[in-house]
């Protein structure tokens, strides 16, 4: 009798256990789902408002290469309106991250996506404290110079 409790006793902590893996797996997104990757800035949410920036109405195929982002290794290298960057990173728990100061090129910039301009990429950039994969995109959660939230959605 008492081997039959221990056995039923054993079966379900090694089921909790199991099932408990299983939830842990699906609600922490894996970084390396995301390096390696071309993203493409699709949406800016400041302040929990969408600022409209879409690039479905960027018309011109330079335009369409603008507010790119590729993380390889512990570099992120992208463009944004029209300069190159890159920039070291570190990640933290809880998928933290921190971005370093930013290098970029010096192109003088003759045009400027509607609703988000490079200085502003530049600066939620190098604010963002958090990461994470939400429908299949990347967000990056950062903070204005006043301190509003940021969240920037890219996509692939």
Do not use: H
Not at 55 to 80: H, I, K, N, V
Not at 126 to 141: F, M, P, V
Request: aromatic share 12%; proline share 3%; net charge neutral.
């Amino acid at each position: 009798m008492k081997m039959k409790r221990l056995l039923v006793f054993l079966t379900a902590v090694l089921m909790m256990s199991c099932a408990t893996t299983s939830a842990d797996r699906r609600s922490v997104a894996d970084f390396s789902d995301i390096i390696g990757k071309q993203w493409k800035l699709v949406e800016v949410y400041v302040g929990g408002r969408n600022t409209q920036f879409s690039r479905d109405s960027l018309r011109t195929d330079f335009a369409r290469e603008m507010f790119t982002l590729t993380f390889d290794g512990q570099t992120l290298s992208g463009t944004a309106a029209p300069n190159l960057f890159s920039a070291p990173y570190t990640l933290g728990d809880n998928q933290a991250i921190s971005i370093m100061p930013m290098r970029s090129t010096l192109m003088a910039s003759f045009f400027q996506p509607e609703n988000i301009t490079e200085p502003d990429f530049f600066a939620y950039m190098q604010n963002a404290q958090k990461w994470g994969l939400a429908d299949g995109n990347l967000e990056l959660y950062s903070k204005t110079e006043n301190g509003r939230e940021v969240r920037l959605v890219f996509g692939l």
